[in-house]
């Protein structure tokens, strides 16, 4: 962290500290691993551990979204999640920070088997229908959100339509790739089920996104919350790896899975591919490819 950053953000931090009660000064400021759009602290005070986000740089309401998103899986009693402090985006120069419970533990023979029955019981939460009442973002990118009474007008209008105007855009959707994945986003119904329910999602679950807590309890963080198909969350998780079988096994003894999935998974891994595409560049572009060429021809 640069000395001009760290000032600014200790004295936005006390500020924030005071607030909740906390007058004891600030301790230590560590920087942790794992902050991939956010600069992440580990902050002691003589009272308390906090794990601290901090961005000079805030899409509106990113942290905001963020903070929403872990209070709603913490409503569902499912699995565990940090608890939120403190939010605040209103600094200069779109500044913002998260104040978040410190959350750290030794990994146990049970946690993989709480985490597949955890992530399963989320999505045991039922849905209004498939969406969300706001936009929000994945990773920086942001993300809208619409009711829909159908997963596919979903998964259709709200995913992948806004992917491939992006990449459009920026150039990663052009020639045969664009024109196979207009083809699929237009013949999404052959393939997706016409009677899914909305099942709570944290929406960006890859193995980053979890931690070990005391006890080996798993924690989720840093969700894209939604009301969609259980089986987009699950192919995610099988996309880059990280999980372990006793994950799925737990998961499945929860919420057993449809015979159909195998054939739905690599569709559903395509919007995370396209994310990626987008933010990261072409070296996800033969996935996308593999992808298409499968379900289009």
């Not at 993989?112 to 229908?129: I, K, M, S, Y």
């Not at 979890?210 to 080996?216: C, D, E, K, S, T």
Request: proline share 6%; aromatic share 12%; charged share 25%.
């Amino acid at each position: 962290m640069q000395m001009r950053e760290q000032l600014v953000m200790r004295q936005q931090l006390e500020q924030v500290l005071q607030t909740l009660g906390d007058r004891s000064p600030i301790q230590e400021i560590r920087p942790v691993a794992g902050g991939d759009i956010n600069r992440v602290y580990c902050v002691q005070t003589a009272g308390r551990k906090y794990c601290v986000k901090w961005n000079e740089k805030l899409p509106p309401g990113f942290f905001a979204k963020e903070a929403e998103g872990l209070e709603r899986i913490r409503q569902s009693g499912a699995i565990a999640v940090p608890h939120v402090y403190a939010v605040q985006e209103d600094l200069p120069e779109r500044a913002g920070l998260l104040v978040l419970e410190w959350v750290e533990g030794a990994k146990t023979a049970a946690t993989d088997e709480q985490l597949g029955r955890g992530v399963a019981a989320l999505h045991q939460t039922a849905g209004p229908a498939f969406g969300w009442e706001s936009d929000t973002y994945i990773g920086t990118l942001p993300q809208p959100n619409r009711w829909y009474r159908q997963w596919s007008d979903y998964y259709r209008e709200c995913r992948l339509l806004p992917q491939l105007e992006l990449g459009k855009r920026l150039g990663r959707m052009s020639g045969q790739r664009g024109r196979r994945l207009e083809k699929v986003i237009g013949q999404l119904e052959q393939w997706l089920p016409k009677q899914a329910l909305p099942s709570l999602l944290h929406g960006d679950l890859w193995s980053g996104n979890w931690l070990v807590g005391p006890a080996g309890r798993p924690y989720l963080i840093d969700p894209s919350v939604c009301y969609g198909h259980d089986e987009f969350e699950l192919a995610f998780t099988e996309l880059f790896g990280g999980f372990s079988e006793r994950f799925y096994r737990s998961y499945r003894e929860v919420r057993p899975v449809s015979a159909e999935y195998a054939e739905r998974k690599p569709l559903y891994q395509l919007f995370y591919l396209l994310v990626h595409l987008n933010l990261f560049g072409e070296a996800y572009g033969p996935a996308v490819d593999r992808i298409l060429q499968r379900y289009a021809g």
